[in-house]
């Protein structure tokens, strides 16, 4: 029993350790590109990058995010990209774009910092 427990808490562990956070300001914000519904490839619609060079060494272009599940936090994007907000972003580094672009990773979360 003890070493099922073990091996739960340190799958847990495994899991949670790939999504990381950072700190950063707009002009670490290179641009902001949506996907829309009339993209030629479909695996690549309705879905926004948001590109911070040099990010991370797994994600070396910035995030990404589904607009059409995640349209709260894109609009959240959208007023810190205008405000020109500090944000702390967090991402996960095992989750790609869907059509597979390694250097961008999916985007888990985002505080607006004063």
Known sequence: MKKVILLLA???SVCFAV???KDIS???IAH???HTSQHAYASIQKTALLNVPDLDTECSRG???NVEN???AYSTILAAVMSKSKVKIGFETT???PWGDARYCELTYLDLIN
């Open 10 to 12: 340190l799958f847990s």
């Open 19 to 21: 999504e990381k956070g």
């Open 26 to 28: 707009a002009s670490d």
């Open 32 to 34: 902001l590109r949506l």
């Open 63 to 65: 995030v990404f995010i």
């Open 70 to 72: 995640d349209a709260e």
């Open 95 to 97: 989750k790609k774009t």
